[in-house]
């Protein structure tokens, strides 16, 4: 008996949970732009597998955030470019690229493009050096129905507009 008493001590020590780990809501307004605009298309159920970081180098006076959604494996996915501004307390995020690309030893530093990105070398290095970092960090899981409406005060733009649809909330 206190054997089986030692085993369960020792076990629930041994054995945690992760925390579940609150989506930045730069992330996550800018994951409800890119449903918005029917650029990502989550599954019905479930959740998606994010990661991100925020460049404020490459552009000059610009911040840079480059999103990737994992698909079931974390060596392949969708990458994502957008621009983010703030405007009379509006938030705004210009989707400026996407692409698709999974890691490879043949690819330009490990990265392949399936779906090439927009734009030339320039471009695609800085996608690439981004997925890169991303893959570095935690992932974080946002529920699907966490992505479908858009909040107010957010202002959604993307390269595939005409210039009168631009998306926001009010």
């Not at 990661?51 to 974390?74: A, M, Q, R």
């Not at 330009?108 to 890169?132: M, N, R, S």
Request: hydrophobic share 40%; proline share 5%.
């Amino acid at each position: 008996m206190h054997r089986l008493w030692l085993l369960l001590i020792l076990l629930s020590f041994g054995l945690h949970l992760p925390a579940q780990t609150e989506v930045p809501t730069t992330l996550l307004h800018a994951t409800q732009c890119l449903v918005a605009k029917k650029i990502l298309i989550p599954p019905k159920r479930g959740s998606l597998d994010l990661g991100y970081t925020i460049d404020t180098e490459s552009y000059p006076g610009e911040k840079v955030l480059y999103l990737v959604e994992y698909t079931k494996v974390h060596s392949e996915g969708f990458v994502f470019t957008v621009f983010l501004s703030s405007k009379h307390g509006r938030e705004g995020f210009n989707i400026q690229n996407n692409a698709k690309f999974r890691t490879s030893t043949r690819g330009w530093h490990g990265i392949d493009f399936v779906e090439d990105p927009l734009g030339g070398i320039w471009t695609q290095e800085h996608i690439v050096f981004a997925v890169k970092r991303i893959a570095k960090q935690p992932t974080v899981t946002v529920a699907t129905e966490d992505v479908s409406v858009l909040p107010a005060g957010v202002n959604c733009e993307a390269y595939t507009d005409h210039p009168e649809k631009v998306t926001s909330q009010k």
